[in-house]
């Protein structure tokens, strides 16, 4: 007989991933930005997250929102296992989470990067996967490549969490963590050549570096050219 347990209910689970999605859109980079006097928004890359944060404001802010951001990812996945929710359950509250970084409300669904949740988002679902993610965001950092890192990194991980034995549900959910990352390098792109696309917009740029163009003159609520 299936337990009637409160994670086996459709309300339930959907209720988690709201939480996650919630909580993932919480612009916590804008909010110490805005707490520093700068609207994130109409600087830099007009991105809310911590990049655009450390190159605008500084090290010390950067330094606390790359946590907080982490933290919006790691809460909901902890909240499922020590609610004993399913894999699939769990690998869901991760995404959702990635997905509210990315897409808040709050913004007219126009937000950060997602890197720093999706990290956290992962960081329980393999230490292995946890420990190949970090490992290349630390040495392409380095390196001065962090966009071609968190690509490597993302594009490996699913392979990585099958390999490792990790639950077949947290490897999918890996593919849908790696997909929302590429949409947020190509929020705004001109496919089609219609004439908008910045001089040195292109497509290997964007994928390869994760380059964007700041706003400009664009009002700040609208979908831009941008990065975190």
């Not at 999706?118 to 630390?138: D, I, K, P, R, Y």
């Not at 990194?153 to 947290?170: E, I, K, N, Q, R």
Request: proline share 7%; net charge positive; aromatic share 10%.
């Amino acid at each position: 007989m299936v337990s009637a347990g409160p994670f086996r209910s459709p309300v339930a689970i959907v209720a988690l991933w709201a939480g996650a999605y919630l909580l993932g859109g919480i612009p916590v980079g804008w909010l110490v930005g805005r707490a520093a006097g700068v609207d994130l928004r109409r600087v830099g890359t007009g991105k809310i997250g911590t990049s655009n944060l450390f190159h605008t404001v500084g090290l010390l802010p950067a330094a606390l929102v790359g946590p907080l951001q982490f933290g919006q990812g790691l809460l909901p996945v902890v909240a499922g296992e020590l609610l004993h929710a399913a894999p699939w359950v769990i690998a869901g509250a991760g995404l959702t989470a990635v997905i509210g970084n990315g897409w808040p409300f709050y913004f007219r669904y126009n937000g950060g990067r997602g890197v720093a949740t999706a990290t956290g988002a992962v960081a329980l679902w393999s230490m292995t996967g946890l420990a190949f993610v970090l490992l290349l965001l630390a040495v392409s950092g380095l390196a001065r490549r962090s966009g071609l890192g968190v690509l490597l990194a993302y594009l490996g991980l699913p392979l990585v969490l099958w390999w490792s034995g990790a639950p077949t549900a947290f490897a999918v959910t890996g593919i849908g963590v790696l997909i929302c990352l590429l949409l947020r390098r190509f929020e705004g792109y001109d496919l089609w050549h219609r004439g908008g696309t910045v001089p040195g917009d292109s497509f290997t740029r964007r994928l390869i570096d994760d380059w964007r163009p700041g706003p400009g003159a664009t009002d700040p609520d609208s979908p831009v050219n941008s990065q975190a």
